[in-house]
T-cell receptor, first 113, second 111 residues
Framework: DSGVTQTPKHLITATGQRVTLRCSPRSGDLSVYWYQQSLDQGLQFLIQYYNGEERAKGNILERFSAQQFPDLHSELNLSSLELGDSALYFC????????????FGPGTRLTVL | GENVEQHPSTLSVQEGDSAVIKCTYSDSASNYFPWYKQELGKRPQLIIDIRSNVGEKKDQRIAVTLNKTAKHFSLHITETQPEDSAVYFCAASKRDYKLSFGAGTTVTVRA
């Protein structure tokens, strides 16, 4: 167990819908990263937050957004869902920017029907 | 951006033999190279990492080597066991800390 928690574990929804994925980092970790893992694209970095502020962006679609709250948990919002958004979504946390070690949560499996 | 290539995509070894996975990276500014192990349906788990100021690091049966000049790094697993069967990912990052992953290597250890 990495200490990073994610909810829900599974999510099944329909095209066009909106969902919210939640992540709680390890105690004391200030950075949260979101990754998408699909069969054809592998593990792709989406976005990073550090202590409530956006720090880096990757290949995140405009339909996706995220935020990190004062208690350091983070939410990833996915809207206007398409079939191709079906994937495993992982968050990872690290102690502070400057320490690269990232520990992954168990992931949320999103299925868009 | 950073491009990480990983080979081979699949690897089958006899129990007790060694396994080697190789990765190359494109950005010379990358300075941190972790390896993750992922079992089916589970989270990637950090198994070993190396920083650019070190050429080799070992932890029991696993070791990682880094050649900064050639921009490649490798994972070595010795005395493989059935529980080593999994998908292994290499990754690289620099000061922006986001990880760029290789495509993964599916390792199967035959009993």
């Amino acid at each position: 167990d990495s200490g990073v928690t994610q909810t829900p574990k599974h999510l099944i929804t329909a095209t066009g819908q909106r969902v919210t994925l939640r992540c709680s980092p390890r105690s004391g970790d200030l950075s949260v990263y979101w990754y998408q893992q699909s069969l054809d694209q592998g593990l792709q970095f989406l976005i990073q937050y550090y202590n409530g502020e956006e720090r880096a962006k990757g290949n995140i679609l405009e339909r996706f957004s995220a935020q990190q709250f004062p208690d350091l948990h983070s939410e990833l919002n996915l809207s206007s869902l398409e079939l191709g958004d079906s994937a495993l979504y992982f968050c990872a946390s690290s102690p502070r920017t400057g320490n690269n070690e990232q520990f992954f949560g168990p992931g949320t499996r999103l299925t868009v029907l | 951006g950073e491009n990480v290539e990983q080979h081979p995509s699949t690897l089958s070894v006899q129990e007790g033999d060694s396994a080697v996975i190789k990765c190359t990276y494109s950005d010379s500014a990358s300075n941190y190279f972790p390896w993750y192990k992922q079992e089916l349906g589970k989270r990637p788990q950090l198994i070993i990492d190396i920083r650019s100021n070190v050429g080799e690091k070992k932890d029991q049966r696993i070791a990682v080597t880094l050649n900064k000049t050639a921009k490649h790094f490798s994972l070595h697993i010795t005395e493989t066991q059935p529980e080593d069967s999994a998908v292994y990912f290499c990754a690289a990052s620099k000061r922006d800390y986001k990880l760029s992953f290789g495509a993964g290597t599916t390792v199967t250890v035959r009993a």
